[in-house]
């Protein structure tokens, strides 16, 4: 059954609604209501948010679906307190601007409360439809968990290791 | 000055008092207490289920009908935690909504039922116990579904073990459950059959008894290219057809035949000049038929390969006849779910997660009709009757 790695990953197309974050204010999802960027963003921005762990642009994040645990009392690779990690999930692949190196990217929810609220992301490079369920970011990966069977909370992002 | 004040405010009172005297009638009774709402037992071809998972509070799920020629909102449901959609029975009688409570809020014991409800009421009427493992998951109208002759609701299951609740509508009881190991959702094809989508890019062929039990079950060939271009599961039905587009915009047939389930013609919602512009269909409810015209509508808008769930504000109209692009709509506001009613004056629906306002067109012209403020929180399928 679940090979024990991946993701959760509910949320599908919520872009508009993204909150927190702050300086890079889009989701792909949006893309399609998306507008110019503001002025006075420059590249040097969007690297700095590729390496924040509570932007939606942070380079693990490249397949996320959720609320983003770095800016709910957790970080990328932690989940807030008096949450569970589940530990089944969802994999993706993301590259890491900083080695230049690729990565495989375990999405672990953090489960047992309401939804966090905060820093909601949504990006799918190399998501797959629910018939994929290991590589969708769709599912609710709090399923499974044995104390806390579906209540989302957050979503983070740990390296599992490098892609090979 | 006070007098001045006071005299002015007379004479206002006295223009005002003549102006009732004017218009003088019946003086108003007192409301009885108690009064509730009904809806007309017949529900109009141009009502919508607008279903809301309300992700910032998931236990809260919700299910609001609309009117889309008034524009008036009706009524809801409230339907618990993790909520996908409300599904109605073929006679129109009752709405079956497979739903998940647990018993301290967001902890505790989890319950799943499908509750019944009274479609003139608005009000549960009964409640049918399935197991805890409805699948959570980004709603998909496959995620429950009735068979053909609506004795049967499917529901699917992800734990992450993947299977289908089968519950009898008649006996209003559990009926059973189906493993698909490997693959996923409820497709109906008939009386007594479904198919689910196989992460290999099979179908699980699967036919029940009147019972609801499995009677055979078939693994086709392989149906989809999962690896290079796979399709959505965001599937519509048209008769014997099940239409699939995958990321890149390839239309994809399974065929209802008498020989079991079959590939139909391949086709493009995009030319070569679209394609290389990067227009692709996107959203999460991207798909619309509207059966006696043979249509298919899609949501695009123009973006990479990872933006399939993009909303669009474009939606493609197409001649299923021809696999020809027969119309462009524009949309006022970007869409990731689209309805279409099924009558012969059909309205077209827009909705998006993002947004709490529904959108309404007339399906046919393009010609936006209206719009409707305040609908939910984050709105995911539209369901019309």
């Known amino acids: 059954m679940a090979r024990r790695t991946s993701r959760r990953g509910l949320l599908g197309s919520l872009g508009a609604l993204l909150v927190g974050v702050g300086a890079l204010p889009l989701l792909p999802v949006a893309r399609g209501a998306e507008k110019p960027a503001k002025p006075g963003k420059t590249e040097a921005d969007h690297q700095d948010a590729k390496q924040d762990e509570t932007s939606c642009h942070y380079w693990r994040h490249c397949a996320i679906d959720g609320y983003l645990c770095g800016c709910c009392g957790g970080s990328a690779s932690a989940c807030p307190p008096g949450t569970v990690q589940s530990p089944v999930t969802w994999v993706g692949t993301c590259h890491n601007p900083a080695d230049g190196l690729d990565y495989v990217i375990s999405y672990n929810d953090c489960c047992g409360k309401s939804s966090c609220g905060r820093c909601l992301c949504n990006r799918n490079e190399r998501d797959m439809p629910l018939y994929v369920p290991f590589r969708s970011n769709d599912y609710d990966w709090c399923t499974g968990s044995s104390v806390a069977n579906i209540p989302y909370h957050c979503s983070t992002a740990r390296v599992l290791a490098r892609a090979t | ?385």
């Open chain 2, 1 to 385: 000055m006070r007098t001045v004040r006071t005299a002015a405010l007379a004479a206002v009172l006295a223009l005002t008092c003549h102006a009732h005297t004017a218009v003088a009638g019946p003086a108003v009774t007192a409301d009885p207490l108690g009064v509730v709402a009904t809806l007309p037992a017949v529900a109009s071809p141009h009502w919508v289920w607008v279903n809301d998972i309300v992700f910032s509070h998931m236990s809260d799920g919700q299910a609001l009908l609309v009117d889309g020629d008034s524009g008036r909102f009706l009524g809801m449901l409230s339907t618990g935690f993790g909520f996908e959609r409300v599904v109605l029975a073929k006679d129109g009688k009752l709405i079956f909504s497979p739903e998940t409570y647990f018993s301290r809020g967001t902890r505790g014991t989890r319950t799943d039922v499908v509750t019944l409800y009274d479609p003139s009421r608005l009000s549960p009427v009964g409640e049918i116990a399935i197991p805890p493992k409805r699948s959570a998951n980004m709603p998909m109208m496959a995620d429950s579904e009735l068979t053909d002759d609506g004795a049967f609701l499917l529901i699917y299951n992800f734990t992450p073990a993947q299977s289908i609740t089968v519950v009898d509508t008649r006996s209003r009881r559990f009926a059973g459950e189906i493993e698909t190991p490997g693959c996923a959702l409820a497709y109906p094809t008939g009386a007594r059959s479904f198919f689910s989508i196989c992460a290999d890019g099979a179908l699980l062929d699967v036919h029940l008894d009147d019972a609801g039990h499995v009677s055979s079950r078939v693994h086709t060939r392989d149906m989809f290219d999962v690896s290079s271009d796979p399709v959505t599961e965001k599937g519509v039905r048209l008769g014997s057809r099940w239409l699939f587009v995958s990321y890149g915009g390839t239309v994809y047939s399974i065929d209802i035949t008498s020989r079991g389930l079959e590939s139909g013609p391949r086709w493009s919602l995009l030319s070569d000049a679209e394609r290389r512009q990067n227009w692709r269909p996107g959203g999460l409810q991207q798909l619309a038929v509207h059966a006696t015209s043979d249509r298919l509508y899609a949501i695009m808008h123009q973006g990479g390969p990872e933006t399939h769930k993009d909303p669009g504000k474009e939606v493609w109209v197409y001649d299923l006849g021809r696999h020809q692009r027969v119309q462009r709509i524009a949309l006022r506001s970007p869409a990731g779910s689209i309805q279409v009613t099924r009558d012969d004056r059909p309205l077209l629906f827009a909705a998006f997660i993002g947004s709490t306002t529904l959108e309404v067109y007339d399906a046919k012209t393009g010609s936006y009709l209206r719009s409707v403020e305040n609908v939910g929180t984050t709105p995911t399928l539209l369901v019309t009757p």
